[in-house]
């Protein structure tokens, strides 16, 4: 398959880094030394189904395809304010798409779970034409006293159009148990039948530990894809990976002797955005001509579970109407 259409879209309100030391122990430097994050967008007026129909409209729009054109809708999302119904269904109707879709929950590596999905679809000729939306609000996960998350997190959507084609080279995509790192839970009702009483938890967050099985896991993926397909790392000509930390990109970059130029990044603008960073990242990239055609792409990312996903793609030049 093949990427033919892109779009993203952000919260209005943009927070520095200076605007959190009214309430938080932390100061611009102490952010931005440890993460690279300078501002962040956070929904206050929108709601994150609003940034899911405009990312996707703009994909689809860019695409050359009309609404009805759609055979199956994928949504990455972690968690929202319905647990039923999906996001994807909430969405769907307002986009003018009429076709099965679902929410996947992939954590931050729910992008290329929902590539790697669409592709075994594609490839199976169950569809044609699939739209992958990653709508993400990690702010409301956080205990915003606490400067160890909290200052990390970004909200945000992104979105591409996928159909036939030639331009996806492999995927590779793990998962394994490692609860205790990183967890946020929500708790249910009570029953007449277990009356254990559950209380919502903030994200939980064990940094170091994330830190090093991130940059583990994705030099392996990395590692191993690159390897499958015979390449090294100077084949690749732009490595889009997960926008969480400057410091786990740059300790990927540093193992693969690769310059800077190649690992383009815009967590300094919106934090980590979840599944949507990637997305939201060759959105910008691509808009702004900064791709050039028949690149060739390695996408990866990892997230809670723990998880971790990884794609090689030949991109082809989008054209986008003014």
Same mark, same amino acid.
């Given at each position: ?11 209005e ?8 030391t ?10 931005t ?16 189904s ?5 990312s ?5 729009q ?14 990455s ?49 169950r ?16 205990n915003?006293? !606490?400067?160890?998350?909290?200052? +990390?997190?970004? /909200? ?8 036939? *084609?030639? %331009? @996806? $080279?492999?995927?590779?995509v ?40 991130a940059?583990?896991a ?11 397909n ?7 000509d ?26 383009p990044?815009n967590l ?8 949507a ?6 959105? !910008?990239?691509s808009?702004?001509? +900064?791709?050039? /055609? ?8 990892? *997230?809670? %579970? @723990? $998880? ?15």
């Amino acid at each position: 398959m093949k990427i033919i259409g892109t779009g993203s879209a952000l919260p209005e309100k943009v927070v520095y880094n200076d605007m959190l030391t009214g309430f938080l122990d932390t100061s611009d430097s102490w952010i931005t030394t440890r993460t690279g994050i300078q501002t962040r967008h956070l929904l206050s007026k929108e709601t994150l189904s609003e940034l899911a129909i405009t990312s996707a409209s703009a994909a689809i729009q860019s695409s050359g395809l009309q609404p009805s054109d759609i055979d199956y809708l994928i949504c990455s999302n972690v968690a929202n304010s319905y647990v039923t119904p999906s996001l994807s269904s909430i969405i769907l109707s307002p986009l003018g798409c009429c076709c099965p879709c679902t929410d996947l929950n992939g954590a931050c590596a729910g992008f290329l779970y929902a590539l790697d999905i669409a592709d075994a679809f594609i490839s199976t000729h169950r569809a044609k034409n699939i739209l992958i939306v990653a709508a993400e609000e990690p702010s409301r996960f956080c205990n915003w006293h !606490e400067r160890e998350t909290s200052v +990390l997190f970004g /909200d945000g959507a992104g979105a591409v159009v996928v159909t036939e *084609g030639n %331009g @996806f $080279v492999d995927f590779r995509v793990t998962a394994d148990t490692h609860t205790d790192v990183l967890y946020y839970k929500r708790s249910l009702e009570t029953t007449p039948y277990d009356r254990v009483e559950e209380k919502t938890m903030p994200l939980v967050m064990q940094g170091r530990e994330v830190f090093k099985l991130a940059v583990r896991a994705c030099i392996k993926d990395v590692d191993t894809i690159l390897e499958k397909n015979n390449l090294t790392g100077d084949d690749i000509d732009m490595y889009l990976l997960h926008q969480a930390n400057l410091r786990i990109i740059d300790s990927i970059r540093e193992h693969l002797g690769q310059p800077k130029e190649k690992f383009p990044t815009n967590l300094q603008k919106y934090g980590n955005t979840s599944s949507a960073s990637i997305l939201i990242l060759i959105d !910008e990239l691509s808009r702004e001509g +900064l791709i050039p /055609d028949q690149s060739t792409l390695l996408l990866s990312a990892f *997230g809670g %579970g @723990f $998880v971790t996903g990884a794609a090689i793609t030949k991109w082809s030049k989008i054209e986008y109407n003014s």
